[in-house]
């Protein structure tokens, strides 16, 4: 058995015994290094194995933690991700990260808005303090007027329907793994090409006119999808 191959089943063999509880901090780098008297490749090569598991997970500058429970996530159904992470005993909380000015410069705005001036919002979402997924949300200006100036670090779905008197009916999604960007890494304490699942997720109303498009880049080790056939 090869030391990578050591190192990673000693982990795991600790997770299933129940001595590591989730959110938990791994042993640093350097103590497994001691402990096995092994290279730092070595052991971050073990480490990562279980981080590609969705055992454990890192976080830039912290270290390797126990992975916790994951959010279930039907994508077919529409997602209010508040109401579904309390549910599940979560701890939800979103970070504003930036409001651009309505502008047609993003392509989205060529794309899917007919060329209207559109907002562009980012923002963070974290489950019991850990971001889990960054995500960038377009909507005409037009039809959200002085969007920038309402409550944007809880539910946007309920800012629509509220403030705007815009309803959700149905939304599309395609879903695909992929690497976070860099500058979603930063946001998500990752490393750059970190393994996520992209979302492209495209809402209407009872019209079928697109409220809103959004990009999500969510870590793939935080959530688990559920599909339910018919």
Known sequence: MLLYQRIRNHIQALLAAGSMTPG????????????????RITVREALARLEAEGLIFSQKRRGWFVTPE???????????FNHLAIEQGFTPTTQVVAINAPSTEPEFSRSHFDGQPVYELTRVRALDSRAIMMEQIYCAAERFADLHNQPLDGSITEVMSTHYQVDVSFEQCVISVTVLPDDVADKLEKNSGAPC??????????????????????LHDAIEMIVEGV
Do not use: C, G, M
């Open 24 to 39: 938990a901090k791994l042993p640093s780098e350097r103590a497994l290094q001691e402990t096995f008297s092994s290279t």
């Open 70 to 80: 994951k959010l279930k996530w039907h994508p077919a159904k529409k997602v209010n």
């Open 197 to 218: 699942l992209k979302v492209l997720r495209a809402r209407y109303d009872a019209e079928q006119a697109l409220v809103d498009y959004n990009i999500e880049y969510w």
